[in-house]
């Protein structure tokens, strides 16, 4: 059965995707929609859904929690920049020529390899008051630092440890791959007309993998705004206080700790606005990419 | 020839996959009976030996009954699982609860145990009962059956305060008299309070509160007791102090209260520590690592203007089983709930952990642990009921996030907190 | 690989000491965590830093056996790779339909996928886990791989998708002539052409079911199913451990993906640099 212009393949495509969108459909779709309807309800999780208007929403607004979510979240989003510069830099370095830097991109891949779930409980005994890093601190002659302890630090802590640190080793991979598509007679030229490395790495590398820098930070955002919660929760819980409660922690001590899913359904919402934006920033970016 | 092994090789996933681990408990309505209960206690730290050793004697007495005893991760862990099996309508039998807001949650799953105990109903404390009835109602279904019944106060080293010159037999129980202990021993050296976490400080305020509004703390559910009460402020402003003074260890606070806090005190790193009376970190665990007779106990601060004194605050229950409505074996597991709360199993569980049952006919452990004795005879003589677990589902944890921000962060000033914390109780 | 340097050699000594830096401080807090599991809890409180003067082994066979780590550990084992095998058959052959095949709905099915990448588990949790107990697949090893490949998919068909549609259409063309059916192409064609992108989707999908946490927690209820993952992120519960017995479970967890990672660690960098990542 040939088709002619836009369906040629006729619906072997349509039989290749089935498998991907029942699953989507029914496990992502679905429970998007459901969530949304939820938002409108005060419910347990099981049983009656009893429906509530806007009134989740007003209480939402008026919850200090909720605003300070928010502006966590918007400092972990500033850490992004620095995880960027820090993974280019360190990768431009190990493309140096440096002996054993196969060796050095596998042992810093280490972190992201072992998962969340395990750095964060690692981190939440390492970085305690009374634990290891501290203890560092006092004997060279400082005094304590809280890490987990402070609001203010917490949430850096987070951003460190998890937005640069962790990242840094999947970064490794990603933009070592990609700078090794670029042409090496720019290098060259470049070396000929005196450049020095961090002219090259500012005029020649960074332009050419544009794209890949582009999509990292997409990648950033993604992981900021919808993957740091089981970190997160192994740290610290999101204290000290509301220290590092952040918006996607939040729904889930609204609709897991509380069994206020209604209510959790609302914070979901904005989070699903904020997802819906950076989806958008991604397609816009693939486009171009490929025209 | 890929394309077929490719094809038989999702096909045999798929099979093993669905055969794997199936299913969680199903119990036969005829021959043998598995009975499955959910506890997350029954782990090596906490009660796993007692328990085996009930469910064996339970065992004994029911023949061709099976337990299937399954180790739950802990709080909050765990009552996401029961959401979970409330969602699905299916799970365990038995399954443990604590008693007050949570049973409450819950509610509708759990099966009304009054029936069940009428004969064993007067064994059991007044606060106990309270406490497990629906919504803290007296006469109102009785959902879960009490195991241990609850509470908060300071342990103290006796050896410590002989070595910074106190008088071991006298608990510095005056807020004057607290504050110059303190003193003394971080002059000896010594941490005057090891902490952990913010339990510490959860724990302390409770307390206080107890000593504050004495039999009255009740009002505060219903609005005719506020925190704004004057000794409420006088109480958060002396752990204010306490803090402020360093005698609240300050590096504690990212100490997991549960296990490193209560190993910490065990080990000897401090001169005081605020513990329960039952569960772990208690009387029993501090007495067998410290020796019997080193181990000082008083229940609460008194302030120069306080109406009570030496409250002992205390929650009528603990920690209880619960039957669920999905179970095929409801008389069956009432009577394994009975067992561990009533007679032998009570026995077995209050003399193996230490955890203090509201069953008065459960008794006699005092003679060797001085630190039981004085316990018990506060909780004869002043007890003050502990509300917190009567609100809603999860207050614990908003009330701990405020403590962070006032005590250990200083987000908050006084008037912030007081209003806050007032807040939550409307919530 | 080699590019023209711009760096002398003094300078590059300096590099090789930054770098050193940064893998000593990557590396810290791992050994703190393999010497807090072999002291015991009286030793931890005296002596938290420093590698321990009187090691023991009795925090690891508390965490492998009465914590059940190994059986989780099996559980994980099996549980993985039976879902990479799923995941990668859903990904391989979405990802070809998108990046090589032609029909009306491509584009606004493609932007749809690429929509539902990014929820996070959170927001989906209980509705799936209703769907899951609808289909009675609670506990059951299948009902947690349907749920890992549903979530994860989109991802990895997005990656499939780019590579796809980056290779040259002639092999395609050549194959239809042929007269092979699209199956048969997808198969034994394309499949074996796009290795090294598919080892770079099943690592990045090994990973992702590995460390899954927050639908393993409500699915796997009986404990005899939990993945190591669950059993690792429980231990931080209520009732926690003290630290070197923590320390002990967390060396066992950690020794999996290591062990895994030294193993197939070449085929890791070799998919990656086989220039198929672009941007």
Redesign the interface.
């Known amino acids: 059965m040939r088709h002619r212009g836009?369906?040629?393949?006729?619906i072997?495509?349509?039989l290749?995707?089935a498998?991907?969108?029942v699953?989507?459909a029914?496990?992502?779709?679905?429970?998007?929609i459901?969530?949304l309807i939820a938002s409108f309800t005060e419910w347990?999780?099981?049983?009656a859904m009893k429906w509530t208007g806007l009134s989740n929403y007003r209480a939402m607004v008026s919850d200090q929690a909720f605003w300070t979510s928010i502006s966590n979240t918007a400092i972990l989003v500033c850490y992004i920049p620095l995880s960027t510069i820090i993974t280019v830099f360190?990768a431009a370095?190990?493309?140096?020529?440096?002996?054993g830097w196969?060796a050095?991109?596998?042992?810093?891949?280490?972190?992201?390899?072992?998962?969340?779930?395990?750095i964060g409980?690692?981190?939440?005994?390492?970085?305690?008051?009374?634990?290891?890093l501290?203890?560092?601190i006092k004997w060279a002659g400082g005094s304590?630092v809280?890490f987990?302890?402070?609001?203010s630090i917490a949430i850096n802590s987070i951003g460190l440890v998890q937005v640069v640190?962790v990242h840094l080793g999947f970064g490794l991979?990603?933009f070592?791959?990609?700078m090794?598509?670029?042409d090496?007679s720019i290098?060259?030229a470049?070396?000929i007309d005196g450049?020095?490395?961090f002219q090259?790495l500012w005029r020649v590398t960074v332009p050419s993998?544009?794209?890949?820098i582009?999509?990292w930070v997409v990648f950033s955002f993604?992981e900021v705004?919808?993957?740091m919660?089981?970190y997160i929760?192994?740290l610290t819980r999101?204290?000290?206080?509301?220290?590092t409660f952040t918006l996607?922690y939040g729904?889930?001590?609204q609709?897991?700790?509380?069994?206020r899913?209604g209510y959790s359904s609302a914070w979901?919402a904005v989070?699903?606005i904020f997802?819906?934006v950076?989806?958008v920033m991604?397609?816009r970016l693939?486009r171009r990419?490929?025209s | 020839m890929i394309r077929r092994s490719i094809l038989c090789l999702i096909l045999v996933a798929a099979c093993a996959s669905f055969g794997f681990a199936n299913g969680t408990s199903e119990a036969s309505s005829q021959g043998p009976v598995t009975l499955t209960v959910w506890d997350f206690k029954y782990i090596p730290t906490d009660s796993l030996k007692p328990m085996q050793e009930i469910d064996a004697l339970f065992q004994q007495k029911n023949p061709g009954v099976t337990i299937n005893h399954v180790a739950q991760p802990g709080e909050p862990q765990y009552y996401q699982i029961i959401q979970a099996a409330a969602t699905a309508n299916q799970g365990p039998d038995v399954a443990m609860f604590h008693p007050g807001a949570r049973e409450y949650g819950f509610g509708d799953i759990l099966v009304d145990l009054t029936p069940y105990i009428q004969d064993v109903k007067n064994q059991f404390t007044a606060a106990s009962i309270a406490m497990v009835s629906m919504d803290g109602k007296v006469g109102a279904p009785i959902k879960v059956l009490p195991m241990t019944m609850q509470g908060f106060g300071i342990y103290y080293n006796k050896d410590y305060f002989k070595k910074a010159g106190l008088d071991p037999e006298q608990a510095p129980k005056t807020a004057a008299q607290f504050l110059a202990a303190c003193e003394k021993l971080k002059a000896a050296g010594i941490v005057p309070i090891a902490v952990g976490q913010t339990y510490t400080i959860d724990f302390l305020l409770r307390t206080l509160v107890a000593n504050a509004f004495g039999p009255n703390v009740a009002g505060l559910k219903d609005g005719s007791v506020k925190y704004t009460d004057p000794l409420f402020r006088e109480s958060v402003e002396f752990i204010k102090t306490l803090v402020d003074k360093g005698y609240l260890e300050k590096d504690g606070f990212t100490r997991p209260y549960f296990m490193d806090g209560i190993n910490n005190f065990a080990a000897g790193n401090g001169g005081m520590f605020v513990g329960l009376l039952s569960d772990v970190g208690n009387w029993k665990a501090f007495s067998d690592k410290l020796g019997a007779n080193n181990v000082g106990y008083f229940p609460t601060i008194n302030f120069p203007d306080s109406k009570y004194t030496d409250q002992q605050v205390a929650q009528g229950a603990g920690i209880g089983y619960g039957v669920m409505k999905w179970s095929k074996n409801q008389k069956l597991a009432a009577a394994y709930a009975k067992f561990y709360t009533t007679g032998e199993g009570a026995r077995i569980y209050a003399g193996a952990t230490g955890a203090m049952s509201p069953n008065t006919a459960v008794t006699g452990f005092e003679a060797n642990y001085p630190a039981l004795k004085t316990i018990q005879q506060y909780l004869k003589g002043s007890l003050a009921l502990d509300y917190l677990p009567m609100f809603y589902n999860g207050y614990e944890d908003d009330a701990n996030r405020l403590c962070d921000q006032m005590f250990i962060t200083g987000q908050l000033t006084t008037d912030q907190f007081i209003t806050e914390y007032q807040k939550l109780i409307t919530k | 690989m080699k590019k023209a340097s711009s760096i002398n050699v003094g300078t590059r000594l300096i590099v090789q000491l930054f770098l050193l830096v940064l893998v000593i401080g990557s590396l810290l807090p791992l050994y703190n965590v393999i010497a807090a599991s072999l002291k015991s809890v009286d030793e931890f409180v005296a002596n938290p830093f420093f590698p321990p003067r009187s090691p023991i082994s009795g925090n690891f066979v508390y965490a492998a056996l009465s914590s059940h780590l190994l059986r989780y550990a099996v559980n994980s084992l099996i549980l993985v790779p039976i879902g990479l095998v799923l995941y990668l058959a859903v990904c391989v052959s979405a990802g070809y339909a998108f990046g090589k095949m032609r029909f009306r709905l491509k584009r606004p099915l493609f932007l749809l996928v690429l929509f539902l990448t990014i929820f996070p588990q959170l927001l989906l949790a209980i509705q799936v886990f209703k769907l899951i107990s609808l289909l009675h697949l609670t506990s059951t090893g299948l009902g947690v791989i349907l749920t890992w490949v549903a979530y994860f998919s989109p991802f990895g068909t997005y990656i499939m998708t780019t590579y796809f549609t980056d290779m040259p259409y002639e092999l395609v063309e050549a194959a239809r002539i042929d007269g092979a059916s699209p199956l048969r192409i997808l198969v034994q064609v394309m499949t074996p052409l796009a290795m090294p992108m598919i080892a770079t989707v099943a690592i990045i999908g090994f990973q992702s079911m590995w460390n899954e946490l927050p639908f393993s927690l409500l699915i796997l209820q009986n404990p005899a199913a939990r993945t190591l993952t669950l059993g690792i992120a429980m231990m931080r519960g209520e009732y926690g451990l003290a630290v070197p017995t923590l320390s002990a479970a967390l060396v066992i967890a950690m020794a999996v993906p290591l062990v895994m990672f030294l193993i197939f660690q070449r085929r890791i960098t070799l998919g990656a640099t086989a220039g198929a990542i672009k941007g």
Request: hydrophobic letters at 45%; a positive charge; aromatic letters at 18%.
């Open positions: 836009l369906d040629r393949d006729g072997a495509p349509y290749f995707l498998p991907l969108l699953l989507l029914a496990f992502i779709l679905y429970p998007v459901m969530n347990k999780g099981y049983g360190v370095l190990l493309r140096e020529g440096i002996r196969q050095y991109r596998a042992i810093l891949y280490i972190p992201n390899l072992l998962g969340p779930v395990i409980v690692v981190f939440s005994i390492y970085l305690r008051d009374d634990g290891s501290n203890l560092l304590t809280r987990l302890s402070s609001p640190w991979i990603y070592l791959a990609a090794n598509g670029i090496q290098y060259e470049a070396l450049a020095g490395y090259t993998i544009r794209f890949a582009e999509f993604i705004f919808a993957r919660f089981s929760y192994t999101g204290g000290p206080g509301y220290g996607e729904i889930f001590v609709g897991f700790e509380k069994f899913v979901s989070l699903f997802c819906a950076i989806s991604q397609i693939m990419r490929n």
